[in-house]
Structure formats: structure tokens, C-alpha cells
């Protein structure tokens, strides 16, 4: 017993992820954290791209189920997995089955290298964003075989049209990516690092996130990948894949019940997924904004007050609409539950000013804020960008995006080179 | 920290290979042999990362499994299925087969046999956290020429690919 009370508190001491202390015990918790955190993310996320959405086209949309429709998802999901669970006859029966959990997979894998803070993360990988690129790569294959095993018209034509955008645009991606790993090799040894931490490290030490590095280089690399990430996940405007008018819904039409709530599952954690990537790579990872024009304690402690602030912003907001609520009898207790809601919410709030929370917390609260950043543009670019037409996505693909890319790789070599060699010799 | 790479490991991710090289070549389905071959790919980047090259790791699952097959998998699902699947198996070179498979046979039994000279007896592992850039540094330096090469010979590829695709150019 005493044993494993020294086994679990031995990592409490060390400055390191669990993974690479070599802790099962805290490495199981971290799992559990981020698969818990990243569920309640999807379910957020369900609600406010219908939320958003919805006030985006002037309507108000889910507002029966609880207070302005905030148990929707939960209701969603109920009725899911209530569904009956329906097969085509002429599928391949095997690869059916098989298609939603490599799906699945290879979204939640990838979260093991993502770096929510210099050591809230479940592991540090030597390769981490070759590991993230290539799991992530995984799914096509999922969505490959959902398509063929259907045994269907219109899956097939979704899957082979998402493969061809998938893979077309990787390349695009890849050149982005590298021109960022790039910038982190400009230290004093010269050697760059393809590990997620180490990356943001980089950042930290060259005062500069690299969205911002030889301008417009960085800013310009981040615009390739900005684009092709959403190519990547098959989102609008790039949703061809699963474009409704043309295609029912894609590889995924025959799915029904909980498989399909896989697929759902899979592209919102895919989302949030190559999101952490861009934020890793360009926007700095855990670091707070303006480190270097705001600089020097007070500001670290104005900085340290703004997860809680965020917390209480939110509660505020739960409380003005609890105060607006139709004062009819039947919406008492919807009024409480928003009201109950927003308490927590503010206790949550009142918790994180505390210095010894606030200075732990500061790191995932600054990524998660970045990515959620990413998560509105998602749905603003739904609200907002007529759908691509297939050519003109290819054409976009590979004779913009790829020699963007290739271009901006070389002129960020060249003139690495350049600062190392004239400059700063 | 233990290390993971145990002959358990080994001997399970070579067991993987072998069910999935024969379901390749068994399977009637040509996506099910795909698929299968995707599985050995995998297993196979699982024994790259116990001989500490997780570089080559990665690489394998981003080109191979994650590019290559999906091309495969790409042009496979285009034929009709249930057209190939009626048809006889055509290519019968039961001499050759037999004679290639021998040969490879005696060679593993020999090698197996009297291999105790031909390989290094114990190899340094690389440290892990500095592989990527002993890869690099070997690729950019010392056989910076072989590689230029093959990118040369990749680049020819995709030249004839796009003269025999375009019909005016």
C-alpha cells in the first residue's frame, strides 16, 4: 500500500509529462482527463455551432430542451443511442463494422502527444507532430472503407471524393508544417525538434510566436495550413464530402444510430485535434498573448486573473438570461436550472482566482481559448462560405496552396540562413 | 524506465505480419487484401519503433498506410467486385513460385543457421530523443548524393506520369 501511495505521489515532484516519467497511474488519469475534457468539447460544440449558426441566419434555434436548448446535445445523444442500429444487407459486413472505430481511433490517438502545458500533456514524443500527421492521415482510411462497405452509390462517390481532398491537401499541409519546424531550429546548436513541447519551446525562447517570425513568412505558412485544415476535416466550405444536396450525406449515409454518432464524434475531435496543431505550431501553444510588450508581474498577475474572469463572464451572462426567463409558471424550473448553472459556473470562476489553481490552470486555459478561437472560425466559415465545387478545389489544392507553400518554405530557409550566417554570425 | 522492447512484443507484431501476408494473398476480395496489407504496415511501424527509429516509424504510417494504401484503396474500390470475384484465378506459374520460394527458404534457414558471424553481435541503440536529427544529418550529409538521386528519380516519375496523362502539353 505504502508503496503505491510513493509510486503515485513520486510524480507529483517531477517537472515532466507522465509519459515521460514513466507513471502508468498518472498517464491512466491524464487519458481520462482529456478523453472527459474532449467529450464535454464535442458536446459543447454541438450546441453552439447550432447556437451560433442559427443567430448567424437571424432564427434562435434549439430553444425547447432546457434553458435556450442547453440540454439539446444530451437529449441528442439520448436519441442516438436509442436508434435502431440498421446494416444494408449487401454490405461487407466486417469492414462496416470496422470503418467507425479506425474513424474514432485515429481522432482521440492523436491527443497523446497534444501539449496543453509544459508538462500537461499524456506524453512527449521525438516525432510528436509526424505522430499527430500521420494518425490523423488514419482516417481517411475510415472513411474510405465506410464508403466501399456501404455497398451504395452515393457513400462511395463521398468517400472517394474525401480521400482525393484528403489526400491532396496533406501535401500542402506537410510544406506548411515544415516550414514551421523549420523556424525552431534557429537556436544556437541549429537543431530543430519535432517534438509538440519542444516546438512551443522554441517559441518561448525566441520571444516570438512563429506566426510572427520574418513576417510575412510565418503568418503566410500559418494561412496554408488555416486552409487546408479545414480541407483536412471535410468541413465547409470544403464539405464535399458529405455535401447534403448533392449526396444524401456522404460515406456516412448508411449509418445510422450509434455508428453514425462515431462518425459525429470523430470529425468534431478531428476538428479540435488539427486546431491544437496550428496552435501549437504558429499561436504559441500554452503561452499567453503579449509576453513580450506586456511583460513583468503585474501584468503576469492581471494575465493569471483571466480564466477566472472568463468563468464569471459566463456566469454573468447565464444570470442576465436567468433574470430574462418568461416569468410564466412553466418555465420555473428552466429559470432555476439556467440560474443553478450559472452558480456553478461562477464557483468554478471564484476557484481559479485562487494563486495556487490560477498558476497550474494558466496553461491549459490559454491553449484551450486559442483552439476555441479556431472552433468559432469553423463555424463562422460554415455560416458564412458557399461550398467549393470539386475542381475548384483540386485547382485550389494544387496550384495555390502548393506553391504557396513550396515558395514559403524556401524563403524561410533563405533567410534563416541569411540571419544566422550575416546577421548574427 | 523499462524498456518496452521485449521479445513478447516482437514475437506478437511478426505473428500480426504473417496472418496479415497471408490474408493478402488469400483473401478473394481485393479490398479485404489491402486492408489486411495496411495491418502489416502498421505492425511493421511498431518494429521500426522498437528498434528505436521512430522517425522511420512515423514516416512509414504517414506515406504507407496513410498515403500509399489509400491511392491502393482508391483504384481497388473502382473495379467491380463482384466481377473479379467470379472469375478464375489466371496467373498459374506454380513452377516459379515454387522455385522463388525455396530459394528465399534455403536462404532464411541458412542465414539462420550460420548467421551468428555475419551480424554484429550487440548494436548501440541510438538515443532516442536525438534519432530525428542523426537521421537528418546522415540524409543531408553523408549521403546527401544517393538522396539527391532518388529525389531525382521521383521527380522523373512524376514527369512521365503527367506526359502520359496529358494528351497536349
Redesign the interface.
Same mark, same amino acid.
Given at each position: 500500500m505504502h508503496e503505491i501511495i510513493q509510486y503515485v505521489e513520486s510524480y507529483l515532484t517531477s517537472e515532466q509529462t507522465p509519459g515521460a516519467a514513466g507513471n502508468m497511474f498518472w498517464a491512466l488519469v491524464y487519458i481520462m482527463l482529456v478523453f472527459g475534457g474532449l467529450s464535454v468539447a464535442v458536446i459543447a460544440m454541438n450546441w453552439l455551432e447550432r447556437k451560433i449558426l442559427a443567430h448567424m441566419q437571424v432564427r434562435l434555434g434549439p430553444m425547447r430542451v432546457g434553458p435556450h436548448g442547453l440540454l439539446q446535445p444530451i437529449a441528442d445523444a439520448i436519441k442516438l443511442l436509442l436508434k435502431e442500429d440498421i446494416m444494408p444487407a449487401e454490405a461487407d459486413g466486417l469492414v462496416f463494422w470496422m470503418a467507425p472505430l479506425i474513424v474514432v481511433l485515429a481522432a482521440f490517438t492523436v491527443f497523446v502527444v497534444v501539449p496543453f502545458g509544459p508538462t500537461h500533456a499524456i506524453t512527449d514524443m521525438n516525432i510528436g507532430i509526424l505522430f499527430m500527421l500521420g494518425v490523423s492521415s488514419l482516417s481517411v482510411l475510415g472513411i474510405v472503407m465506410a464508403g466501399w462497405a456501404s455497398n451504395s452509390h452515393y457513400p462511395l462517390i463521398g468517400a472517394l471524393r474525401s480521400s482525393a481532398q484528403m489526400v491532396s491537401y496533406e501535401v500542402a499541409m506537410g510544406l506548411a508544417v515544415v516550414s514551421a519546424i523549420l523556424m525552431t531550429s534557429l537556436n544556437k546548436d541549429g537543431t530543430g525538434t519535432l517534438s509538440m513541447i519542444g516546438i512551443v519551446q522554441a517559441q518561448l525562447a525566441q520571444h516570438e510566436w512563429f506566426i510572427f517570425k520574418f513576417f510575412p513568412l510565418g503568418l503566410v505558412a500559418f494561412f496554408i495550413f488555416a486552409v487546408a485544415m479545414v480541407a483536412e476535416t471535410n468541413r465547409a466550405p470544403f464539405d464535399l464530402a458529405e455535401a447534403e444536396s448533392e449526396l444524401t450525406a456522404g460515406f456516412h449515409t448508411e449509418y445510422s444510430g450509434f455508428r453514425w454518432s462515431l462518425f459525429f464524434l470523430a470529425e468534431y475531435s478531428a476538428m479540435i485535434a488539427v486546431s491544437s496543431i496550428a496552435v501549437t505550431l504558429w499561436l504559441g501553444g500554452w503561452l499567453r498573448p503579449f509576453p513580450n510588450m506586456l511583460s513583468g508581474s503585474p501584468w503576469d498577475q492581471i494575465f493569471s486573473m483571466f480564466p477566472g474572469v472568463t468563468f464569471l463572464f459566463f456566469a454573468a451572462i447565464c444570470f442576465f438570461n436567468t433574470v430574462r426567463m418568461p416569468k410564466h409558471p412553466l418555465f420555473r424550473i428552466q429559470t432555476i436550472g439556467l440560474a443553478g448553472f450559472g452558480v456553478v459556473l461562477a464557483l468554478i470562476g471564484l476557484v481559479l482566482f485562487v494563486p495556487d489553481v490560477s498558476v497550474r490552470i494558466q496553461d491549459i486555459f490559454w491553449f484551450s481559448a486559442k483552439v476555441a478561437g479556431f472552433m468559432y472560425l469553423y463555424i463562422w466559415y460554415r455560416g458564412t462560405f458557399p461550398r467549393y465545387r470539386f475542381d475548384q478545389l483540386m485547382q485550389m489544392g494544387w496550384k495555390v496552396l502548393l506553391p504557396m507553400g513550396l515558395g514559403v518554405l524556401i524563403l524561410t530557409a533563405s533567410v534563416a540562413l541569411l540571419q544566422q550566417k550575416i546577421w548574427h554570425p | &524506465?523499462a524498456p518496452v522492447a521485449t521479445p513478447f512484443f516482437f514475437y506478437l507484431f511478426a505473428a500480426i505480419m504473417l496472418i496479415g501476408g497471408i490474408l493478402v494473398i488469400t483473401c478473394k476480395?481485393a479490398?479485404?487484401s489491402a486492408?489486411a496489407l495496411?495491418v502489416i504496415l502498421l505492425a511493421q511501424a511498431s518494429i521500426y519503433l522498437m528498434l528505436y527509429a521512430?522517425?522511420v516509424?512515423?514516416?512509414q504510417?504517414?506515406l504507407y498506410?496513410?498515403?500509399i494504401?489509400?491511392?491502393f484503396?482508391?483504384v481497388i &474500390?473502382?473495379v467491380s467486385i463482384e466481377r473479379s470475384m467470379k472469375e478464375r484465378q489466371f496467373n498459374s506459374q506454380w513452377v516459379v513460385g515454387i522455385v522463388a520460394a525455396t530459394a528465399l527458404g534455403g536462404l532464411f534457414i541458412a542465414v539462420y543457421l550460420k548467421g551468428k558471424n555475419i551480424f554484429p553481435d550487440h548494436v548501440l541503440p541510438v538515443v532516442?530523443?536525438?534519432?530525428?536529427?542523426k537521421v537528418a544529418t546522415l540524409l543531408y550529409g553523408q549521403y546527401m548524393f544517393a538522396f539527391e538521386i532518388a529525389s531525382l528519380l521521383l521527380l522523373v516519375a512524376i514527369i512521365g506520369a503527367v506526359v502520359m496523362a496529358k494528351k497536349r502539353i
Open positions: - | &524506465m476480395n479490398v479485404h486492408l495496411i521512430p522517425f516509424a512515423g514516416a504510417i504517414i498506410a496513410g498515403g494504401m489509400v491511392l484503396l482508391f &474500390m473502382l532516442e530523443s536525438d534519432n530525428t536529427q
